[in-house]
């Protein structure tokens, strides 16, 4: 069963429209990328998805019941977990208190312990800094600890909105390195990046957005392809739709 | 001189108690709150007109009495105002400030309504040739332990840490599952509680409530929460404390010139935040918002 179907999707800001045709597919345990330039409308996309924007049309259905216009609250509770833009971490909460947050979205109470221990699996550098500050940490430190907040609710699905916002090319490779990592626990994943060529090498698909539309998806293959990218990227000849 | 000092420690508690009540509702729905001296008027009330009932009594109906018009406030009127800016917030708290001033007058009348709940605060307490009164450590430590109870609450329970979380950035706090209505439910019981331990101080102390009760020293606290810094529990705490000991310690020292005190403690104001405009404890989460 898809776990993921939305079609016809708009949203926005008060009367401001951003998003004007979101869909997408997500099966359970895949790992879909959406990419495309600045202010093209991804982050507001996911935002709808995960409830913190609201929809004005369209459907949103997961795990086999709509979600649409639910609030960011329960939506997580029904297993879709987002790491927002710029990391969101309470950078005067300990790495520990952060973590008992995530704790809050688990549709049950029991397991929590097992949930923060496999999360501490995934990521050990959070055991070491587990009573420090937050704002503490490194960037990619940061990453980490946002993703892992987000995991111990145990999500069915996980958005994550540009993973590699200031980090450096090897912190990168450590954070996309935990994706396959998360995937094998079944959990499926929407990323989100501008940096096109760090997400289509791990996604089954990648959207790609432009002015609040998506214009294109492309396969696995389509990306090894630089001109069918650039033109779904930029826009030059035709949309592939 | 003892004296002086344990009338600043009690001054102190008390407006840092009002300040911590306004606090709480700030920091987790940006709502400067008012009302909050209706609050404190209501628990006032509730204390003189259940008197007869004795203390005990009295106390309970006077603490779940202003937790539950705390509760009321944001049910009936901030609750529909969640998608509205700080500005619109602040106004409406201003409606709901007189229009309980007005309810009140209809109910109780405007003139003061008497009574003594606790006739044993205002005795001394003789030390040799030192006496000191006893309102002054009641009000102490009735501060320390509301201040520790707070404090405990704040910082070790689940309910405090969301608190804090949605304090900071309430957007992400419900993306993890933090329930909001729960959240700002708690802030305004809480913040009732508070304002109910004030109005019992402020009640023994003047012996009658009016409409009016409340609003001096909400707006003093509210000044306190602003030198704290905005958003932070302890920043609130503190500046309302140090508001309150600022104006005792005024009093006593200029004592015949003590109408100059509020001209004083404005000036010391101006002079702090002039040097931390961000308030003592600034806060990065309201320093971005504005
Ligand atoms: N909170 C907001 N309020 C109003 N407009 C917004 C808000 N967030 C984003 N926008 C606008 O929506 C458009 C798309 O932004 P966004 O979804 O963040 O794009 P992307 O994530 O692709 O960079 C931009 O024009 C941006 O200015
Ligand atoms: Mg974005």
């Known amino acids: 069963m898809t776990l993921l179907t939305v079609r016809d999707l708009q949203s926005g800001y008060g009367k401001v429209q951003v ?15 959406i990419v495309g330039p600045n202010g093209a409308g991804k982050s507001t996309f996911l935002g709808t998805l995960a409830g913190s924007v609201r929809a004005s049309s369209g459907s949103i259905d997961f795990d ?21 833009e710029g990391r969101a971490i309470f950078t005067d909460l300990t790495v520990n208190e952060n973590l008992r947050l995530g704790l809050t979205g688990r549709r049950e109470k029991s397991g929590a312990q097992q949930a923060v221990d496999e999360v501490m699996d995934l990521f050990p550098v959070l ?16 990453q980490q600890l946002a993703i892992a907040r987000a995991l111990v609710s145990e999500p069915k699905l996980l958005l994550l909105d540009e993973p590699s916002l200031g980090l450096s090319p090897t912190v990168i490779q450590d954070v996309f390195g935990v994706l396959a990592r998360i995937q094998e626990r079944g959990t499926a994943i929407i990323v989100v990046e501008q940096r096109a060529h760090l ?43 | 001189m003892i004296q ?44 003189i007109v259940t008197i007869d009932l004795g203390l005990p009594l009295s106390i309970l109906i006077a603490v779940t009495g202003t937790a539950i018009l705390a509760l009321l406030m944001e049910f009936s009127v901030f609750k529909r105002l969640r998608l509205a800016g700080p500005a619109v917030l602040l106004i409406a708290s201003f409606g709901v400030s007189v229009f309980l001033q007005r309810f009140y007058e209809i109910i109780f009348g405007a003139l003061p309504l008497s009574g003594q709940i606790a006739p044993w605060m205002t005795g001394v307490i003789e030390f040799g040739d030192t006496t000191i009164t006893r309102g002054s450590i009641v009000t102490i430590v009735l501060a320390l332990i509301l201040l520790g109870g707070m404090w405990f609450f704040i910082e070790k329970t689940t309910l405090g840490l969301q608190i804090r979380a949605a304090s900071s950035d309430f957007q992400t ?38 409409p009016l009760f409340g609003v001096n020293i909400t707006i003093l606290a509210l000044v306190g929460t602003v030198i704290g810094g905005l958003g932070s529990l302890q920043g609130a705490a503190l500046g309302g404390f140090a508001v309150g000991a600022t104006i005792s310690l005024l009093n006593s020292f200029l004592g015949n010139y003590r109408v100059y005190t509020y001209t004083w403690l404005f000036i010391l104001v101006i002079i702090v935040l002039l040097v931390r405009p961000g308030g003592l ?7 971005e918002r504005v």
């Open chain 1, 19 to 33: 998003l004007y045709n979101g869909h997408i597919d997500v099966e359970p345990g895949e790992l879909v990328g």
């Open chain 1, 64 to 84: 086999g019941a709509s979600i649409k216009g639910k609030n960011p609250e329960d939506i997580v509770r029904l297993g879709l977990a987002m790491v927002p």
């Open chain 1, 127 to 142: 055991t070491t800094h587990k009573n420090h500050q937050a704002g503490l940490l490194s960037g990619g430190q940061q």
């Open chain 1, 199 to 241: 997400v289509m090498s791990i996604a089954v698909r990648t959207l790609v957005m432009r002015e609040g539309h998506i214009r294109a998806t492309l396969s696995q293959s389509d990306a090894q392809d630089e001109a069918k990218l650039a033109a779904a990227y930029f826009g030059t000849g035709e949309d592939r739709e």
């Open chain 2, 4 to 47: 002086t000092i344990l009338d600043a420690l009690s001054y102190g508690g008390l407006y840092g108690l009002a300040a911590l009540g306004i606090g709480l509702v700030f920091g987790v729905m940006r709502l400067v709150n008012f009302a909050h001296g209706e609050l404190i008027a209501i628990g006032a009330y509730l204390f």
């Open chain 2, 173 to 210: 706090a419900r993306l993890l599952g933090v329930r909001s209505n729960r959240v700002i439910g708690a802030a305004f019981v809480f913040s009732g509680v508070l304002a109910a331990a004030v109005a019992f101080v402020l009640v023994t102390q003047r012996g009658s409530v009016d």
């Open chain 2, 281 to 287: 404890i600034s806060n990065k989460a309201v320093k």
